[in-house]
C-alpha cells in the first residue's frame, strides 16, 4: 500500500508506504486507511492520492474492459461457427453463470476482492467451461443425428462423457490448489475463482445443460 500526497503548486510528491501484514487483505486495509485520512486536515494546495495496488488496479481494469468482450464475442462466433445453430450455442454458453457464481463465492468464502488476476481467471474460467459443455452437446447432437430419440440421447451422452468431464475438472483443480493456499496476494484471487467456477459448473452443469436441451433441443440433421 503506498499513498502519495501531491500539491498542485510543486513537483515534490513524497510517499508514504507501507506493507500489509500477511493475512490481512490489501484492498480492505487500504480503503480503511483512506477512510480514516478523510478527516485530516491538509494545508491549502495539498490533496492525498492513493497509489500502489489501488493505483494498478484501475491501469489494469481500464485496458481489460475491451478485451473480455472481444474475447467473449470471439468464442460465441467460434460456437456458431462449431453448431451453426443459436440454440446448440445457448445450450452451451448456459453453464457460464454457473462458475461466475462458483468463482464469486470461492472469492467471497477465501476473503479474497474482484483483482486484476480474479479477472483474468474469469476469463480462462468461461473458456474450460465452455470447452466441457462443447463435449457433452457435441455428442448429444451426433447421437441425434444418428437416429436416437431426443431423451435416450441426452442420457447416454451424459453417461458416456461424466467421467471425462469429472477428471478434467479434478485435474485443473489439483494444480490449482498449491496456488490457492499459498495466499499470493497477485495469484491466489485468480486459483480460488477457476477452482470455485470449476466446482459450481461440473456439480450443477449435469443438470443445467440437460435441461436446457431438452427445453430448447437443435434441429440435428440424419
Do not use: C, H
Not at 32 to 56: N, Q
Not at 132 to 158: H, W, Y
Amino acid at each position: 500500500m503506498r499513498t502519495r500526497a501531491s500539491t498542485e503548486t510543486s513537483l515534490v510528491s513524497p510517499t508514504v508506504t507501507a506493507n500489509v501484514r500477511s493475512g490481512y487483505n490489501t484492498d480492505r486495509v487500504t480503503r480503511a486507511a483512506l477512510e480514516g485520512l478523510k478527516g485530516l486536515a491538509l494545508p491549502t494546495g495539498y490533496r492525498l492520492v492513493a497509489a500502489g495496488e489501488i493505483e494498478s488496479q484501475k491501469e489494469s481494469f481500464g485496458g481489460i474492459g475491451g478485451a473480455i468482450v472481444v474475447a467473449i464475442f470471439g468464442i460465441l462466433a467460434i460456437l456458431v461457427l462449431e453448431f451453426r445453430t443459436f440454440r446448440s450455442v445457448l445450450i452451451v454458453a448456459s453453464v457460464i453463470p454457473l462458475g461466475i457464481a462458483g468463482g464469486i463465492v470461492a472469492l467471497l468464502l477465501a476473503g479474497k476482492t474482484l483483482s486484476f488476476t480474479a479477472t483474468i481467471g474469469f476469463v480462462a474460467l468461461i473458456g474450460i467451461e465452455i470447452k466441457t459443455s462443447i463435449l457433452l452437446v457435441d455428442l448429444t447432437n451426433q447421437m441425434r443425428g444418428r437416429g436416437v430419440p431426443l431423451e435416450e440421447a441426452i442420457r447416454k451422452a451424459g453417461e458416456v462423457r461424466f467421467l471425462p468431464i469429472v477428471l478434467t475438472s479434478l485435474t485443473a483443480i489439483g494444480g490449482l490448489l498449491p496456488i490457492a493456499l499459498q495466499g499470493s496476494a497477485m495469484y491466489a484471487p485468480l486459483a480460488w475463482v477457476i477452482i470455485g467456477g470449476l466446482v459450481s459448473s461440473t456439480l450443477l452443469a449435469r443438470i443445467v445443460t440437460p435441461v436446457m436441451y431438452q427445453l430448447i433441443a437443435p434441429t440435428v440433421e440424419a
